[in-house]
Every structure is written in C-alpha cells, then in structure tokens.
C-alpha cells in the first residue's frame, strides 16, 4: 500500500513538473540565442578593420617609406612572429597571464582587482585582459563599471569571432604611444629607429610603460620624469614577476629615454 501511494505521488510530480521543466528548457532556448545574436549579428568596431600605414621595404626588409593610414595615424601592421618574443612574454606578465585561455574575460583577475581595490580603498586595477583593452581602444569610454561591462561584453564578442593571434595583432597595432603613433611597430620604428622584431629591455620597458597612459608619459621632456618613473615601475613589475632578473631591470632603468620621435622614412614621396 505504501508503495502504491509512493508511485502515485511520483506520478503526480511528473505529471505537475512537465510544464516547469519545459518552461525551463523554453528559458534555455532563448538566453542561448539571445547571447548567440548578441555576439554575431552586431558589426564588430570600425576600427577593428581600419587600414594601419602602408610601407615600402627595402630588399633588406627595412623600411624605405610609410605612408600615412587612412585616418592620419602612423600605424604599421606587425605579426606576432615579427615581434621580440621577450617582450610578449613582458606584455603577457603585465597585462594578461592567461591570454591564451580565458574567453574574453579572465575572473581570476577580476576576483584579484576586487580584493586589491577594496584593500586600497581606491581603484588601483580593474583586471581588464587584453580582449577587453582591445575593446576599449576601439571604442574608448569614461572609466567607470557601466564601460568595464560594455568592455568586457564587446571582449566575448572579439574571442567569438577573431582568432587570439588576430586579438593579439589588432591589439599591439593600436596601442597609443602620443600623438598619431599607434603600435608598437610605429613606436619602434619613431623612437628607436628599428623594427621590433628585436628590443632590448629598456626599449622592452618604454614600450609596455608609455600606452599605460600616453597622455602623461608621451615621450618629450615635458613628461621626462613621469616617463621614468614609468619604466621603473614597469622594470620592478616584470622582476616581481619572475619575468628579469634585477640586472636586466637597472638596465632598462639607466638607459636615456627617447624624448623625442624621428621623423619617419619618406625617402620616395
């Protein structure tokens, strides 16, 4: 009789839980195609696909001219294969250990920032991955939690659609180093007079200090001080890390500071 009274109850759950499980099912369906429709239907950013400067090489690869890009920015495209891997390795230490395996947003380095910033009492970091900064440099915003979500959101967008290769370039193309010069190849090419295929750690430290912010260290005696102290604190970051050790960091430090862009090879215009 107990037994009986039991299988009838299951019954009665089954039959009353059937319009809640698909209620349920129906919820899935829409929040799945809700986010699918959020990350492929809208347009990526413009300037995801701006044309960066045009250059002719020389047969040795060197650059004989650059041309402006189409919105007057000194912007020459790099690979990631064409890039020092010593300073990717300090790019990806400073700003997104776990490139290669978040999606967009990194919630250990979230969960971190939190602690650091409730601890400070201020906002000293906001755990923004590479993907994220991608996105706030093609559509900058006021810093604020309402732009770290809209950033975070377009960086999920960015992993769905481009490879992390592709983030990557995009990303080293438009760093802002001060005025028109984006990248790190325009950067090189302006300040050190050579590709970034090879850099040493000063350059290595100028390079990851000066977009942190580029209105205050772009690079003229104006800004000599707060440059340096830039680099330092790039140079002490990367030693903490385990990334130098604290003769590759009194190197960068000592090394004199590019105050100054060359202008670029124009030779055939």
């Not at 090489?57 to 650059?66: K, L, N, Q, R």
Request: hydrophobic share 45%.
């Amino acid at each position: 009789m107990l037994r009986m009274k039991r299988a009838k109850n299951i019954f009665h759950w089954s039959r009353a839980s059937a319009p809640l499980r698909w209620g349920l099912a129906l919820l899935l369906v829409g929040l799945t195609a809700a986010a699918v429709a959020y990350i492929y239907l809208p347009p990526l950013p413009a300037r995801i696909t701006t044309p960066g400067s045009r250059v002719i090489d020389y047969a040795d690869g060197s650059p004989m001219t650059v041309f402006l890009s189409p919105d007057e920015k000194w912007r020459v495209p790099v690979r990631t294969a064409e890039v020092d891997p010593d300073y990717l390795t300090a790019l990806f230490a400073r700003e997104d250990q776990r490139f290669y395996y978040h999606p967009g947003v990194d919630p250990l380095a979230i969960g971190r920032s939190l602690v650091i910033n409730v601890m400070a009492r201020r906002m000293v970091t906001g755990g923004s991955t590479i993907s994220m900064q991608l996105a706030k440099l093609c559509e900058p915003r006021p810093r604020s939690l309402s732009a770290k979500l809209l950033e975070a959101g377009m960086a999920v967008r960015l992993e769905a659609r481009l490879t992390k290769t592709e983030i990557l370039e995009r990303y080293l193309e438009l760093l802002p180093f001060g005025g028109n010069i984006e990248g790190i190849e325009s950067a090189s090419l302006a300040f050190f007079g050579h590709r970034a295929d090879s850099l040493s750690e000063a350059e290595t430290a100028f390079l990851l200090a000066v977009p942190q912010n580029p209105g205050s260290r772009r690079p003229c005696e104006q800004n000599r001080k707060r440059l340096a102290t830039g680099v330092e604190r790039v140079a002490r970051m990367l030693v903490k890390k385990g990334v130098w050790t604290e003769a590759q960091a009194q190197s960068a430090v000592k090394a004199p500071l590019p105050l100054q862009a060359r202008p670029f090879p124009r030779d055939a215009l």
